[in-house]
């Protein structure tokens, strides 16, 4: 299934929002946090996990969805979020810990929600992935539309709710497709040293659905896999699995000083790094031209920026509002 | 007068039941198709319907023990 | 004539119920009144509950809405929580509390939490009923309370049922919070012959559907001398001790918390101040849990109310052992808080 111009226009967009956005929220982080790195300090305290490189993963499968779909992810959030359509203000005033963020600065950066956009995460991996086989229980119950697509990253394949969520997609044949963003580290520990295949679309079979693997982190490619597994999804045809090959272009966790890399590895990725290179693509192919480009990253940019203004400007929240919400 | 019985189409061998709990006093206008008492066998309940409409009569209490097809009570 | 119809009603309106078919009836009427609510867990369809608390549901609702699963508690507990989410009222049942170690995160990380994180913009309307107690010998990993682990975890409400008539209207409470609940039913209090049941907690249940309002503590038995706070099996313990003193002479008050969060700390406060005297009775481990949390309740609001050391009566912190004559020697009974009484006496 080959992405429309518009389609890719779309991907593009997002991809150029979401790399901005993470760039300008280590901007943000970064402050107080020098010289010393005190994680509690400044206006973004706690930790932060940027999906820079990643975006592709994000636009290829969110380009299928309506904000019907539910979509779940966990402590990489920020590319999914925005590929869904979570509120841009919203969630960078979340981050901020803001009395204007999605949940008046309960959450957090892994605790994102919009409900509008059937958006959730959380901080533990593989969470996700069992509540999004209910929702698609919800829909076949109530009779209503919908996918889910539950995110995980290629070291949560071997938690126990991966499992347990596979095997309970596929006895109730549910329509949750399963992403598994392989960018090869869990942490510091790589994918050849924790996972006993070294694909995981070879542990779908396992599952009793089919599986998918993606090389090249690249949207197109991405696009046209998910598309397929979607429509037949759309149509009854049950979970599915799809490992995409991508790459962290940061650390696990801003502040990860990252010696656990081989030498040479950064660097070759960077060279690597998806979106100049879809850049590239759309304007050889025509879908782009410099001026539009600029004006597309301009816009983009220009998103962001009010994004990050709003969260500056909001307050916070008053320190007895923590006690609110424990219950509906 | 229909006799309430403990039911002879559950289980296949001479494993004894034991009345577990009646959900009404004796004396009480039960219904036709109301669940008026548990009993046990081995390891497995069985609520036990009324046969008919009328007065019960319980002629068995909690925790006796009875075979198959013992009469238990009698609704009138 | 008038009059012996009035009996008679009164008769067949006071059907007694076991605590298991007390829940599934509860369970059932609301699942016919409201399409969202389904049931799900292990053994819960044609067998209908280990425990019997699901008998009839797939009969008449069918296995859509009435689903066993696989072992999956990870699996089938966070879908709850995702149906829950997405506007659905599932009823799921964790067969032994015991074995929340496997499923801990998704009930207390997630159901739990994920009202708050969203800033109460998502509620997780669900029911987590689950059985708990010991005294039949099934050993340290099926014979836990585990109360003090769930009510000590913010975000869930903890509901504990003494008897049947609370159990029904608690169950109609829980279905339609529409927060995390989880439900508590003691194995012994079923009414299942097999697990040897106490008879006290079979009682009287109206046949339409009620509420017992979640968060709300009850005075079992009126008493001036000294208070017995307890919840589940505690609560027949300490009506039989109660029994036992009222023929010495000593007018015990029963007060069945029936929900441990929220705690009915005032309900409690206003019999200690009124008897002076404050035994608390739990079958979960002793320390760090539900005695400690009731006396620290009364020495933080008014430690003068106190005539006497507070007692607690507990299980000891020790895995529970298998052999009938150690489980029941560590076991809470009628006996201890009559010897707690002494003590406080001296």
Known sequence: ?328 | MADVRIPTDLWDDDTQAVITSWAYDDGTVVKEGDMIVEIMVEKSQFEIAAPASGTLHIRESEDAVLDRGAVIATIE | MAEAETITAAKTAHKRLTIARAMADAIAHEMRTDERVFVMGEDIGPLGGVFGNTRGLIEEFGPERVRDTPISETGFIGAAVGAAMDGMRPVVELMFADFVGVCLDIIYNAAAKNCYFSGGNVHVPMVLMTSTGAGYSDGGQHSQCMYGTFAHLPGMKVVVPSNSYDAKGLMTAAIRDPNPVIYMFHKRLQGMGWLGTEKGATVACPEEPYTVEIGKAKTVREGVDITIVSLGMGVHWALQAAEKLASDGVSAEVVDLRSLVPLDRDHVFASVKKTGRLIVVDEDYKSYGITGEIIATIAERDISVLKASPQRVAFPDIPIPYSRSMEYWALPSADKIIAAYQRMER
């Open chain 1, 1 to 328: 299934m080959k992405p429309t111009i518009e389609q890719q226009l779309w991907m593009y967009k997002h991809m150029v929002t979401s790399r901005y956005l993470e760039e300008s929220l280590l901007a943000v982080y970064m402050e107080g946090k020098t010289p010393v790195f005190n994680m509690g300090e400044g206006p973004i305290p706690g930790e932060m996990h940027l999906s820079n490189g990643q975006e592709p993963c994000a636009v290829g499968v969110c380009a299928h969805l309506t904000p019907t779909d539910v979509v779940t992810s966990y402590h990489r959030p920020h590319h999914v979020a925005v590929a869904k359509g979570v509120d841009l203000n919203r969630m960078v005033a979340e981050i901020m810990g803001k009395k204007t963020g999605l949940s008046g600065g309960r959450g957090g950066h892994m605790h994102l929600f919009d409900p509008t956009v059937n958006f959730s995460c959380a901080g533990i991996v593989a969470q996700g992935l069992a509540p999004a086989v209910g929702a698609m229980l919800s829909r076949h119950l109530q009779k209503k539309p919908g996918v889910a697509v539950a995110y995980l990253g290629e070291g949560a394949t071997n938690a126990g709710a991966f499992h347990e969520s596979l095997n309970l997609a596929a006895v109730w044949n549910l329509p949750v497709l399963f992403v598994v963003e392989d960018n090869s580290w869990g942490i510091s520990v790589s994918k050849a040293q924790s996972t006993a295949v070294p694909r995981n679309d070879a542990r779908a079979a396992g599952y009793g659905m089919p599986g998918v693997y993606v090389p090249g982190n690249d949207a197109d490619a991405i696009f046209d896999a998910a598309g397929e597994i979607i429509e037949r999804m759309r149509k009854g045809g049950g979970p599915a699995l799809m490992e995409l090959e991508t790459y962290r272009l940061a650390g696990h966790f801003v502040g990860d000083a990252e010696g656990y890399r081989p030498e040479g590895e950064k660097e070759a990725l960077q060279a690597k790094d998806p979106i100049p290179a879809y850049s590239k693509r759309l304007i050889e192919t025509g879908a782009l031209t410099d001026d539009s480009d600029r004006e597309l990253v301009q816009a983009a940019h220009a998103k962001v920026d009010a994004a990050i203004a709003f969260g500056r400007e909001s307050s916070y929240p008053d320190p007895e509002e923590a006690m609110q919400h424990v219950f509906a």
